[in-house]
Structure formats: structure tokens, C-alpha cells
């Protein structure tokens, strides 16, 4: 059998992908790190998000302005509305930031519009009036406490995200005008919350599907070729337009004018793809080693297993949901049964093969007898 030629566990992987994904942000930043050899944070971020570097590129300057003490009073630090398909990395940004700038991805104040769709909802965001019925159980979900309480030691600064902003009720919006606009908030017991020292980030997928037809217009959403977004400037700039587009008809231009940073995250290419997937399986065995202490073992998963878990874990629709989920049904639902029932032994080098039908991956050594 011909052996995969570069190593391809991923234990070798972590330092393969930080060389190649520092490339380009450690050029871009030489002067912020020092020469200390430490990655900034900046080099953090680039490297957690794939292909999306004009969108980091546009929200950076603002932390940086903070950071200077040169941000304006009387308004939050930063007002983003992160746009594009499904599944781009979007949500993902805020997470990463909040990764490098606070140490855990659990410091955002997230809000899912999802669940303020409702122009009545909008009390569970501030909280009922004294003397309202349930104005004692409803404790607000936007309180300065919870604002501060995602900053950080390291930086006093609060990363809040509205998640999904197209689901939101206009109840909502229009609350958050004085949020974006004063970087203040009246809570329903009269007492309010300021938001000077926060990053207000919005994502969207508004424009979305207007966005696969520019790319398609033969074949629609389903069929829509992601290269060819980034095969042209071009079409970038177009893209933009279209996003931008369905904003304006979405939301009022007192909205759209407190909004700082308009950024418009690009379908995926297979490229990028191939990246998600290497951080993924890095992750998953950092996952392993971490869970299972000394019973973890080393995941070796060849050229011709990865470009299977992609062909099946491509979708326009999906974005890199689709390869999370692929990843988790061909890898690690069968690696949690095979430790489930202890056949794989401590240290053992496990390798994942596609099979002979081509349909599947099959956990090659490391096996015990069952
Ligand atoms: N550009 C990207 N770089 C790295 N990971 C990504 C990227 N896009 C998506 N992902 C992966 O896919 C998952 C879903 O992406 P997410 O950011 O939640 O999508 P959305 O754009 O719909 O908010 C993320 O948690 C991340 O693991
Ligand atoms: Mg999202």
C-alpha cells in the first residue's frame, strides 16, 4: 500500500498549520510583535479564521483604537455587521476574538435574535417595569454586570454579540438605536447600562441568497461555485453591493448610519475548506489528548481520507457546517464507539482509510483483538 507522502497526524499538523497560516499575518503585522517570536494577538486571529482576512482586517483597527485609550466617548468602541452565506465564520470571529483578546471564547455577551422575534420579547433584553406582572423574575439578559463581566483582566473591554440581527423584531432594533448611537441603554427598572466600553458585533446572513444567484444565476443556491467569488475582485466588490442591498431594505438608515464596519464574508472556497478541515482535526486531537489523558491515541488520517471527508463535507449551502458534521459522523462517532468499548489501546497510532466502496472511512491499526 502507498503510504500518504506529508505526515499527517495531527499532533505534526498543529505546528504545519500555525507555519503556513502566520505567513502572511506575520508579514502583515512584523512591527506589533516585537520580534519577540510570541504571536500577537492579531496573528492569533488570522489564524483562527480562514479567508476572511479583509473582514478581520476591518474590525482590527477598532481594538487597536481602544487599546490606545483613543476610542470616542460616549459610544461603544466599535459597531460591526458582519454579512455573508451560512456557515463562513461569521459567529466564529467573535468567538476567536474574544479567544485572543480574553482567553476563552465564553467571553460574549451573546443575544440570538433568534429569540427576540416577538415585539413583546424584547422585555427579556431589559427586563419588565416595577409594579409590571413577572417584573421580579424577569432579570434582564443585558445588564452592566454581564456586561462586565466578559471583559477581562487582561482588557477591559466587552465583546457583545447580537447573533442572527435579521431575526430580531423591530421592538428590538429600535432599542438598540440608543445602544449603538449613546452607547447607552435604560433598563426597565430605570437604571441603565453603558456600553463605552464595548465592541458591538451584529451578523447577518441578509443578502445571502441574493449573493448565490450573482455567483450562479443559472443554478440558484444549491449548485452556486464558490471559487468564483474569489477568482475576481470583482466580484467581491459586487458581492458587497448585493449584501449591502438587502441590508438597506431591511433596516432604517438611522440603523445602517450607526453601524462602523460593514463586513461581507465570502462563500468558501475549496482552499479554505482544506484549511477549516486541518484546524478540525487539529482541534479534535487536542480534543482527545485532552479528554482521555492517557488513554489518547494519535489520529493519522492520509491525503485520500481528507480529500473524502471534503468531497463530502462541500456545501454552498452550509458553508463549514457541513464539514463539522461530516467530520463527526466519518470520524468521530467511530472513534467514540471504538473507545467506547476499549479496542483502541493507549498511545496506539490510528489511521482512517476511505474504504472500498469509497462510501466510507474505515479506523485501520491500533486495534485490539475484540
Ligand atoms: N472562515 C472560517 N475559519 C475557520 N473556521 C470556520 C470558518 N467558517 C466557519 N468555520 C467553522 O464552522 C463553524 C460554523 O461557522 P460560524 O462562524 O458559526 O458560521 P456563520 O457564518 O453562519 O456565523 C465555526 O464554529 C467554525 O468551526
Ligand atoms: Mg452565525
Partial sequence: MVRPDPPVNFRDSCRYTSGVRNITSALRNRRSSGGSGEPTWIEELHGKIVG??????????????????????????????????????????????????????????????????????????????PGYLGHRETQPMLTQMKLN????????????????????????????LGVLDKGALRLGDNTSVSFDRSLIFMTSNLGAKEMARQLNPDFGFETLLAERASASRVSAKKLESVCTAAVKRKFSPEFINRIDVFATY???TRVSLEQILEQQLTALQEHLDRRLLERSFTLTVPKA???????????????????KRVIHRFVMQPLAALVSQGKIESDADVTLEVDATKQNLLVRSGLRAA
Avoid at 114 to 129: D, T, Y
Avoid at 305 to 323: D, I, M, Q, V, W
Wanted: proline share 5%; charged share 20%; with cysteine.
Fill in 52 to 129: 476572511q482576512s479583509e473582514g478581520l482586517a476591518a474590525v482590527i483597527p477598532y481594538v487597536q483604537m481602544y487599546q490606545a485609550g483613543l476610542s470616542p466617548e460616549g459610544r461603544p468602541a466599535g459597531v460591526f455587521l458582519l454579512l455573508g452565506p451560512t456557515g463562513t465564520g461569521k459567529t466564529r470571529t467573535v468567538e476567536a476574538l474574544a479567544e485572543v483578546l480574553h482567553g476563552s471564547q465564553k467571553n460574549v455577551l451573546r443575544i440570538d435574535c433568534g429569540e427576540f422575534q416577538m415585539e413583546h420579547e424584547v422585555a427579556k433584553l431589559i427586563g419588565a417595569p
Fill in 149 to 176: 463581566a466578559v471583559a477581562s483582566e487582561k482588557l477591559n473591554l466587552s465583546i457583545v454579540l447580537f447573533d442572527e440581527i435579521e431575526k430580531a423584531a423591530g421592538s428590538m432594533t429600535r432599542l438598540m
Fill in 266 to 268: 465570502s462563500p468558501l
Fill in 305 to 323: 481520507s481528507r480529500e473524502f471527508l471534503l468531497n463530502k463535507g462541500t456545501s454552498h449551502e452550509y458553508g463549514a457546517r457541513e464539514l
